[in-house]
C-alpha cells in the first residue's frame, strides 16, 4: 500500500501530502460539505459499498436445482421410462422436475432476499459533518471530501486523513496485526506504506479509543479494503449443519431408491412374471415414489421463515443457519447493565464526609463538600444535552449529569472550552479521567470509576470542613465496608476524586495524572431490573439452560440483581477478574463443571473469551452477549454472539450472529425458543412427508407380487400428481406450527443430534405410513370387488371391467390423500395430544388441507384431468367410504402418544434425544457493560 491513491477512475491524490493541499485536491474543506454537494458526489462517485463479487447468479442457482440428488433421481425415472417407449410418463416426470426446480428456486430466492433484508434493520451509520453541523447518515452515503467524524466504538466506514485528534484503532482487518494502533493528525508520515502512516484511517477498521475527525479520501471500491476485495475471485456460502444433514439424507435416499429399483426389475420379471414393460413401469413408480421432493426447500423457507419471526421479536438473526443452532443453547452468557436492566440509571445515594445525601431529594441542602462532588460529575463526563434539552450519552453518565444539575452544577457546552486533556474509560482499570482548567487557568485532575480502582490511588479525603485530610487504614475499612453495605443492597458503585494539577498537561502521562488524588465521595446509582427478565429467566431454568452472568460490577450487587431475577436460588460463588486472572484453565473447568452457583465480577471483556473457550471445550452451545468493541473476539467465538441494538458499538453489531434491537435478556429466550420451534417444526414436516413413502410404494410392491394378478392400484402418472400437487403446502403450513406444549420444558438437544433420527423414520414408514397404505389399498380393493373383478381378471382398455379399474386407481389416489390430511394433523405435535394445542388453531394448515382437497376433486371431476391421469368420477358410496380415513390415521397416532405418555417411555415435557447425566444447577452470570463497569 504505497504511492497515489485512485479515489476515482482519473483521479490520483497523495493522502500524505499537506493537509491545505489534500483538501484542495478533495475539493473540500475542515468545515465539511454542504447537503446539495454531498448529494452531487454521491451520483458521481456512487455509494460507499464494497461490490459483492461472491453472490451466485440466479442462472447457476436455478441450474442446481435440476441437479441435486433428489433430481437426479427423477431424471433417472425419465429415462427409464422413456427407454421403454412410455413417453408420456417420461414427458409428465420431466415437468415435475420443472415445477419443483421452479418452486425450490423461488423459495430460496425468497429465504436470500428476505435474509437481506434484515439489513434494514441495522444500516451502518456514520457521522459527518454536513452544513456546518455533525449529522448522521448511513455509511453507503459517505463521498470524498465528507468529514468524518470519529469516536471510540465506531466501524470507520472509509479512507480518511485525520484533520484533529487522535484515536487507537484496531487494524487487525487490514493487516492481521491484532494490538491496536495510534493515529493521531498531529503525525504526519511521508514516504511510508499507507497502513502505517499514522495520519490515515482506513475503511473497515474500528476505532477503540479516543476522538478525531479526518476528511474521506477514498470510498467503496477505491479504498485499500475495497482493492483487497477485488482480488478475491469467488466465496461459496458455507452449508450449515441441517443443510448437510439434509443432503446426505437425500443422497442415501437416492442411493436406496436405485438399488432397490434395479433389484426389482429382475425380481418382477423373473419372480413375478411381469413383462419388461411393466417390469420397468414398476421400477419408475418406485423411484418416483421415494422421492420427497419439497424436502430441501420447504426445509429453507422454515428457516427464512423462523428469521423473519425472530426480526419481529426483536432479534435480527443474520444468517439462516444460526435459527437451527439457536435450538441446541444450553449455556447463555449475559451481561447484566440494559440486559437484565432496564439501563436506566438514577443516582440514589452520595456519601461524603458530611453525611448520606439523595441528590434528587427536595431536602438535600447544598455543602461545599456536595457541590464538589457535582463538579467531578459535571467534568468527568462525556454525557451531553442537546440542543432541544434532550440527553445524550452512555446511561451511566447521563445519570451523573442529571444528579449533578439537580445539585446546582451548571451543565452546558462550554465543558470541552476547559477540557485540556482526557484519559477514556478503560476497561481494565476501571475508571476515567479528565484534566481541565478554571476560569483562572488552574488545572484540576477529575477521576471517577469502581471504587476498588480509584481508593488505592487516593491518599487523602476531602473532610467536612473542606480541608484535606489523609486516608488512615481505619477509613479505608469503613469506606470498604460502606462499598460493600450499598453493593449487597443492589446499588452500583462509583468513586469520585480530584487533585490540582502543577504545570502543563500537554505531556502529562495518565499514570501520573491518576496519583496522589483525593476523594470527593462514593456514589451509589440504582438500575432495575427488566420486569419480564425474571419469567425469561424461569424458562431458561426448567429448559436446562444455564444463565452465566459475566458483570464487571461489583460481586455484592450482581449478586443482589441475580437473586431478584431468580438468577440464583441460594448463596453463589463470586469469582472476581483478579481471582479469574489467577485461576489456570484446569481450575476454571472445574469451576463452570461444578453445581455452585457461580458470579463472575469485575471482569474485563477478555474474560468472556477465556469463559466461553472454557465452555466450548466442555462441548455447550454457548450464547454470548456484548456491546463493547473488545467485546468482539468473545462473541465470534461463541455459538451464538449477541449484541445490543440500542447500546452496542458497530464492532460488536458486525462480530455478532444475532442482534437485540431492545437490548433485552428476554429476547434471547423467546429467540432460543423460536429455535426450538423452527427445528421441531422441520422435523414435522419431515416426517409428514416421509409418511407418504410407504403408501406411495405398497401399490407397485402389491402389483409385482401378485405377478400381475393385481392390476397396478396407482399409476405413475396418478403418482406424480399426488407427489406434486397435494404435499407441498400442508408441508410449508407445518413449518408454521406454533410452540408446542412444554417447549421449554426439555433439557437442549445435543450439538451433533440429528435432524432425521431413527425412531422418527419408524414412525412415519413404519406406523403412519402402513396405517395410510392399508387404508388406500382398502378403497382400491373396495371398488374392484364391489364391481364384480376377481384376481386376475383383466381390466385394460376395452375390457367390461376398465372403467371400474380407473374408479379403483381414483379410490387409491384419493384414499392416499385422506390419510394424508390425518398424517398432516398427527405430525403437528411428537409427544402432546392435538388437543392440547388446538386442533384448528394451525388456521395455515387447515388452508392448505382445503386446497389440497379441491385439487383432488379437480383431479377426480374434471375431464381434462380425468383423461390425462387415468381417473374416474367416484361415486358418493365411494367417497363416504373414505370419510373415516383421517380419523383413523390421526385417531391411531394419538392413541401411540397416549400410550408413551402414560407408560413414561418419553415424557411429554422432555426431549426423546435428550442424553441424561448430571448437570448443574442453572446458575447466571451477568456484564460486560460498554462504559463504567464498575
Known amino acids: 500500500m504505497t504511492g497515489l491513491v485512485e479515489a476515482e477512475p482519473g483521479l490520483r491524490i497523495d493522502p500524505t501530502e499537506r493537509i491545505d493541499l489534500l483538501l484542495r485536491d478533495l475539493r473540500g474543506s475542515r468545515s465539511g460539505l454542504t447537503t446539495r454537494e454531498a448529494e452531487r458526489r454521491l451520483i458521481h462517485y456512487g455509494p460507499n459499498m464494497l461490490q459483492r463479487r461472491a453472490r451466485r447468479s440466479w442462472r447457476r442457482d436455478l441450474v442446481r436445482q435440476f441437479t441435486h440428488p433428489l433430481a437426479l433421481l427423477l431424471w433417472v425415472a425419465a429415462a427409464l421410462a422413456a427407454a421403454v417407449g412410455i413417453v408420456p410418463v417420461a414427458i409428465a416426470i420431466v415437468i415435475v422436475i420443472g415445477i419443483n426446480a421452479a418452486f425450490a428456486f423461488a423459495q430460496e430466492r425468497h429465504a436470500e432476499q428476505a435474509v437481506e433484508a434484515l439489513a434494514a434493520y441495522l444500516p451502518m451509520r456514520a457521522k459527518v459533518v454536513r452544513d456546518g453541523e455533525i449529522t448522521e447518515i448511513e455509511a453507503t452515503g459517505v463521498v470524498p471530501g465528507d468529514v468524518l467524524v470519529i469516536a471510540e466504538g465506531d466501524r470507520i466506514c472509509a479512507d480518511a486523513r485525520l484533520l484533529d485528534g487522535g484515536i487507537e484503532v484496531d487494524l487487525s482487518e487490514l493487516t492481521g496485526e491484532s494490538m491496536p494502533v495510534y493515529r493521531s493528525a498531529d503525525t504526519v508520515d511521508a514516504g511510508v506504506p499507507l497502513a502505517q502512516a499514522r495520519e490515515l484511517v482506513f475503511s473497515g477498521t474500528s476505532c477503540t479509543e479516543g476522538e478525531a475527525r479526518g476528511v474521506v479520501f477514498a470510498t467503496g471500491m477505491h479504498t485499500e479494503l475495497g482493492r483487497i476485495a477485488a482480488l478475491s475471485e469467488r466465496v461459496e456460502a458455507d452449508e450449515s449443519p441441517l443443510e448437510h444433514q439434509v443432503r446426505r439424507v437425500a443422497w442415501l435416499i437416492a442411493l436406496i431408491s436405485v438399488v432397490l429399483a434395479v433389484a426389482f426389475i429382475p425380481l418382477a420379471m423373473l419372480g413375478a412374471g411381469l413383462s419388461p414393460i411393466n417390469s420397468v413401469v414398476f421400477a419408475v413408480g418406485l423411484l418416483v415414489g421415494n422421492v420427497p421432493e419439497g424436502l430441501l426447500p420447504v426445509i429453507t ?38 440486559t437484565l436492566t432496564e439501563n436506566r440509571m438514577r443516582v440514589v445515594t452520595i456519601d461524603t464526609t458530611t453525611g448520606t445525601y439523595d441528590p434528587h431529594a427536595p431536602t438535600t441542602r447544598r455543602d461545599p463538600t456536595l457541590a464538589r462532588v457535582a463538579t467531578v460529575m459535571a467534568a468527568c463526563n462525556n454525557a451531553r444535552l442537546a440542543d432541544n434539552g434532550a440527553a445524550v450519552g452512555d446511561p451511566t453518565e447521563l445519570a451523573l449529569l442529571a444528579a449533578a444539575t439537580a445539585l446546582g452544577q451548571q451543565v452546558d457546552g462550554e465543558r470541552e472550552r ?22 483562572n487557568g488552574r488545572l484540576e485532575v477529575h477521576t471517577k470509576g469502581a471504587p476498588e480502582s480509584l481508593l488505592p490511588l487516593c491518599t487523602a479525603e476531602l473532610g467536612a470542613d473542606g480541608s484535606v485530610r489523609p486516608l488512615s487504614p481505619h477509613r479505608r475499612e469503613q469506606l470498604a465496608e460502606l462499598v460493600d453495605h450499598r453493593a449487597r443492597q443492589g446499588l452500583r458503585m462509583l468513586a469520585v476524586a480530584a487533585r490540582e494539577l502543577p504545570g502543563s498537561a500537554t505531556a502529562l502521562s495518565r499514570e501520573r495524572a491518576e496519583q496522589d488524588l483525593v476523594l470527593f465521595g462514593l456514589i451509589g446509582m440504582e438500575d432495575p431490573p427488566r420486569p419480564e427478565v425474571a419469567e425469561a429467566v424461569q424458562q431458561c431454568h426448567t429448559a436446562g439452560i444455564r444463565v452465566i452472568v459475566i458483570t464487571g460490577d461489583h460481586g455484592l450487587t450482581a449478586a443482589a440483581v441475580a437473586d431478584q431475577l431468580g438468577i440464583t436460588r441460594g448463596t453463589p460463588i463470586v469469582i472476581t477478574g483478579a481471582e479469574l486472572d489467577r485461576m489456570s484453565e484446569d481450575e476454571l473447568d472445574e469451576s463452570l463443571a461444578g453445581t455452585a452457583e457461580l458470579i463472575f465480577a469485575r471482569t474485563s471483556p477478555e474474560a468472556k473469551l477465556r469463559i466461553a473457550d472454557a465452555l466450548r471445550a466442555a462441548g455447550h452451545v454457548v450464547a454470548m452477549t456484548g456491546d463493547g468493541v473488545n467485546d468482539a473476539p468473545a462473541l465470534r467465538r461463541a455459538d ?118 431413527t425412531p422418527m423414520l419408524l414412525r412415519a414408514w413404519l406406523f403412519l405410513g402402513v396405517i395410510a397404505a392399508v387404508l388406500a389399498m382398502a378403497g382400491f380393493f373396495f371398488v374392484l370387488l364391489h364391481g364384480g373383478w376377481h384376481p386376475g381378471d383383466p381390466t385394460g382398455p376395452g375390457t367390461p371391467l376398465h372403467h371400474t379399474y380407473q374408479q379403483a386407481t381414483t379410490m387409491t389416489f384419493f384414499g392416499m390423500v385422506a390419510g394424508q390430511i390425518g398424517t398432516a394433523f398427527a405430525a403437528r405435535t411428537d409427544q402432546a395430544s392435538l388437543r392440547s394445542i388446538g386442533v384448528l388453531s394451525n388456521r395455515l394448515l387447515l388452508w392448505g388441507i382445503t386446497f389440497e382437497l379441491a385439487l383432488a376433486g379437480a383431479i377426480i371431476y374434471v375431464p381434462v384431468l380425468q383423461r390425462l391421469l387415468g381417473t374416474a368420477a367416484l361415486a358418493p358410496a365411494m367417497l363416504a367410504f373414505t370419510l373415516p380415513y383421517p380419523f383413523i390415521v390421526w385417531g391411531a397416532d394419538e392413541l401411540r402418544r397416549w400410550l408413551l405418555r402414560r407408560r413414561g417411555a418419553v415424557p411429554a415435557t422432555e426431549h426423546p434425544s435428550t442424553v441424561r447425566g448430571p448437570r448443574s444447577r442453572p446458575y447466571a452470570i451477568s456484564g460486560g457493560d460498554r462504559h463504567y463497569r464498575q
Open 640 to 757: 451464538i454472539g449477541v449484541a445490543m441494538g440500542r447500546s452496542g458499538t458497530d464492532v460488536a453489531r458486525e462480530a455478532a450472529t444475532m442482534v437485540l434491537t431492545d437490548d433485552n435478556f428476554a429476547t434471547i429466550t423467546a429467540a432460543i425458543k423460536a429455535g426450538r420451534r423452527v427445528y421441531d417444526n422441520i422435523r414435522k414436516f419431515i416426517c409428514y412427508i416421509f409418511a407418504h413413502t410407504t403408501p406411495e410404494v405398497t401399490p407397485l410392491l402389491v402389483f409385482a407380487l401378485s405377478g400381475g394378478a393385481v392390476p397396478l392400484p396407482l399409476t405413475v402418472m396418478q403418482l406424480l400428481a399426488f407427489d406434486v400437487g397435494t404435499e407441498t403446502l400442508p408441508a410449508l403450513a407445518l413449518g408454521r406450527e406454533a410452540a408446542e406444549p412444554g417447549l421449554m420444558h426439555r433439557p437442549p438437544r445435543k450439538r451433533s443430534e440429528s435432524v432425521i433420527r
Open 301 to 338: 423457507l422454515a428457516l427464512a421463515i423462523g428469521v423473519r419471526d425472530l426480526a419481529r421479536r426483536g432479534a435480527v438473526v443474520k444468517r439462516l443457519s444460526a435459527v437451527e443452532t439457536l435450538g441446541s443453547t444450553d449455556v447463555i452468557c449475559t451481561d447484566k447493565t440494559g
Open 418 to 439: 476547559y477540557r485540556q486533556r482526557l484519559f477514556h474509560f478503560d476497561p481494565v482499570r476501571k475508571r476515567m479521567s479528565t484534566v481541565d482548567a478554571d476560569e
